[in-house]
């Protein structure tokens, strides 16, 4: 969600440090110049053993072991990550962007306790970052909701939910998670082993906690979650819903957090289960869309009728890809994205065609 920000601060975080290793110009630095490059380029593999190779060689150097960690996340390797910026605030307790990382992981993953200990660590050490006591406070009131929450346990996914009132439609959410489970697991060939959470609020809880724009019909940051509490959902729109964030969900298996937004959208869209018809309509009266490659930001800052066709041009890519290619083509994608592939050289390598031959084409 957030990670656009936050990337460009790290950024920021790691030019500044290397800057100050110029006048050395060891090995180390030089890697460490390599890796931030590189992560600019959103070439996390190349980034990861870059920084990797710096650490060897410089295994006190706190922001060697921070520009491995925000690589590792990228790529969803969690554990690697956590363990590199956990290491970077043993060497550094004052680095600040490695603490806000590691929280954000911890969140990501479920564990909010902890994400909220190592935030007011974070802010006990540096005062002047108010966002961060935001984010906390926000996070303490979900913590205490949570605490409150009662679960259905399926196969595949946790389902939580708070009143009781509400209990038969996480049973019926869960049972249709688990239809889309074997459903969209036999399009692409892809079934997670690893259960998934999902979340029911109301909207009013669902604003609090993840601050995204009153358009949106669910979020998956980690965890699935939908602002149905309360309410009485139409079959269908419940079954698109789920079936939208549950492909999120399979992409994050596949391709971390490394996939852009116009494929994870297209795909969670064409796999609907009401097809992608519908979700193109908007196309018809729209401007020419931009380049696909100004699409790999997450659509949540677009206004309503900007997502809309973002959303529509993201359906019609996908469904194109998957007409020419298969839909086993997209898993290999995502599965070299996740392995640290850079995107133009992983599409061209599957989808047999330079990515921005395809993107160009794919605006009208
Ligand atoms: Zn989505």
């Given at each position: 969600?957030r990670?656009?920000?936050?990337l460009a601060?790290?950024l920021?975080?790691?030019?500044t440090s290397?800057a100050a290793?110029?006048g050395?110009?060891?090995?180390?630095?030089?890697?460490?110049r390599k890796?931030?490059a590189?992560?600019?380029?959103r070439?996390f593999?190349d980034a990861?053993?870059?920084?990797?190779?710096?650490?060897?060689?410089?295994?006190e150097?706190?922001?060697?072991?921070?520009?491995?960690?925000?690589a590792a996340?990228?790529?969803?390797?969690?554990?690697v990550?956590?363990?590199r910026f956990e290491?970077?605030l043993?060497?550094?307790p004052?680095?600040?962007?490695?603490a806000v990382w590691?929280?954000?992981?911890?969140?990501?993953?479920?564990r909010?306790?902890?994400?909220?200990a190592?935030?007011?660590?974070?802010?006990?050490?540096d005062?002047?970052r108010?966002?961060?006591e935001a984010?906390l406070a926000?996070w303490?009131?979900e913590?205490?909701?949570?605490?409150r929450?009662?679960?259905v346990r399926?196969e595949?996914?946790?389902t939580?939910?708070e009143?009781?009132s509400d209990?038969?439609?996480a049973?019926?959410?869960?049972e249709?998670l688990?239809?889309?489970y074997s459903r969209v697991g036999?399009?692409?060939g892809v079934?997670?082993?690893?259960?998934?959470t999902?979340?029911?609020?109301?909207?009013e809880?669902f604003?609090?906690i993840?601050r995204?724009?009153s358009?949106?019909?669910?979020a998956?940051?980690?965890?699935?979650?939908?602002?149905?509490?309360?309410?009485?959902q139409?079959?269908e729109?419940?079954d698109?819903?789920?079936?939208?964030e549950f492909?999120h969900?399979?992409v994050?298996?596949l391709?971390?957090?490394?996939?852009p937004?116009w494929?994870?959208e297209?795909l969670?869209t064409?796999?609907e289960?009401a097809g992608?018809?519908?979700?193109?309509?908007p196309?018809a009266h729209?401007r020419a869309?931009?380049?696909?490659?100004?699409r790999?930001?997450p659509?949540?800052?677009?206004?309503k009728?900007?997502a809309e066709?973002?959303?529509a041009?993201?359906?019609?890519?996908?469904?194109?890809?998957i007409e020419?290619?298969?839909?086993s083509?997209i898993?290999a994608?995502?599965q070299d994205l996740g392995h640290?592939?850079p995107?133009?050289?992983?599409?061209q390598?599957?989808?047999e065609?330079?990515?921005?031959?395809f993107?160009?084409l794919?605006r009208?």
């Amino acid at each position: 969600m957030r990670l656009a920000i936050f990337l460009a601060l790290t950024l920021l975080t790691a030019a500044t440090s290397v800057a100050a290793d110029v006048g050395k110009d060891n090995d180390a630095s030089a890697l460490a110049r390599k890796g931030t490059a590189a992560i600019e380029q959103r070439r996390f593999g190349d980034a990861l053993d870059a920084f990797t190779r710096a650490m060897a060689l410089e295994p006190e150097d706190a922001s060697f072991c921070f520009g491995a960690g925000v690589a590792a996340f990228m790529l969803g390797q969690d554990d690697v990550a956590q363990s590199r910026f956990e290491r970077a605030l043993t060497l550094n307790p004052d680095y600040l962007e490695a603490a806000v990382w590691l929280g954000d992981l911890h969140y990501r993953a479920g564990r909010v306790s902890e994400a909220i200990a190592i935030y007011k660590m974070a802010t006990r050490r540096d005062a002047r970052r108010s966002d961060l006591e935001a984010q906390l406070a926000t996070w303490s009131k979900e913590q205490e909701l949570h605490d409150r929450f009662r679960e259905v346990r399926t196969e595949h996914f946790s389902t939580f939910f708070e009143s009781l009132s509400d209990e038969p439609l996480a049973q019926e959410a869960a049972e249709r998670l688990e239809h889309a489970y074997s459903r969209v697991g036999a399009t692409l060939g892809v079934y997670p082993s690893e259960r998934v959470t999902v979340v029911l609020y109301t909207r009013e809880q669902f604003s609090a906690i993840t601050r995204l724009a009153s358009w949106s019909a669910a979020a998956y940051d980690g965890r699935i979650r939908l602002p149905i509490a309360g309410t009485s959902q139409p079959r269908e729109e419940l079954d698109r819903i789920l079936s939208h964030e549950f492909v999120h969900a399979v992409v994050a298996t596949l391709a971390g957090r490394t996939a852009p937004a116009w494929l994870n959208e297209g795909l969670a869209t064409v796999l609907e289960p009401a097809g992608s018809e519908d979700a193109e309509a908007p196309l018809a009266h729209a401007r020419a869309q931009p380049d696909l490659s100004k699409r790999h930001q997450p659509f949540v800052d677009l206004s309503k009728g900007d997502a809309e066709t973002a959303y529509a041009s993201a359906a019609r890519a996908v469904r194109r890809l998957i007409e020419q290619r298969g839909a086993s083509a997209i898993v290999a994608l995502l599965q070299d994205l996740g392995h640290g592939t850079p995107f133009a050289s992983a599409f061209q390598h599957r989808i047999e065609m330079p990515y921005a031959d395809f993107a160009a084409l794919a605006r009208n």
